[in-house]
């Protein structure tokens, strides 16, 4: 399996012995998605091509909920709402670390949304990658890296940083994406990108 990669040779690459076979080239944008002024439950790509080796799925997010600082997302493939998913994560604030998880479920959730009752223009963050979404002989293996700065604009809630493991127990190609804000909805300006991965 190729490897995904932060950076490309170089010293952070190096200081652990390896270089990156993933050079800049190998990123190609796919699709765009941008909440519009309106909000949006859930954005969709479709109709995504199965010549790439890897996805991966770039977003900033902020949804309407005031009642908490921050707050979920929730990613299902081709359309299926089936409890045919897994996922485990471990999270720290700072002074703390918890761990989460669902063996069987719908989704694959992340805790990465920045929520109406943070800050003002407060968007959290996540880079998503999807391993071998097209290979048809084996379950999809996902993982995450999420987090989001509140400041403590909300009492009890400050920053937080996730990482994130997950698994669709399906042997089908990946073909569509959807990803829906846990409650209620995506605010103008969230925006997710779709990169393959050669």
């Known amino acids: 399996m190729s490897p995904i990669l932060g950076a490309r040779g170089g010293l952070a690459a190096s200081a652990y012995g390896f270089t990156s076979s993933v050079a800049a080239g190998d990123y190609q944008s796919i699709s765009t998605v941008t909440v519009g002024s309106g909000g949006a439950a859930s954005v969709t790509f479709s109709s995504i091509p199965g010549t790439y080796k890897h996805l991966q799925i770039r977003g900033i997010m902020r949804s309407s909920r005031a009642t908490f600082g921050n707050g979920g997302s929730n ?39 920045a929520e109406s009752g943070a800050s003002a223009n407060t968007f959290g963050t996540i880079v998503f990658d999807i391993l071998d979404y097209a290979n048809t002989n084996k379950y999809k293996t996902t993982r995450a890296l999420a987090g989001v700065d509140i400041n403590g604009t909300v009492a009890g809630y400050g920053g937080i940083i996730e990482l994130v493991s997950g698994n669709w127990r399906s042997t089908s190609a990946i073909t569509s994406i959807t990803i829906a804000a846990d409650n209620p909805n995506y605010v103008q300006y969230t925006s997710f990108a779709l990169y393959g991965i050669k």
């Open 75 to 113: 990613y299902q493939f081709n359309g299926d709402t089936g409890n045919n998913y897994s996922w485990h994560s471990i999270n720290g604030d700072g002074s703390s670390a918890t761990a989460r998880n669902a063996t069987t479920t719908y989704r694959i959730a992340t805790n990465s949304n």
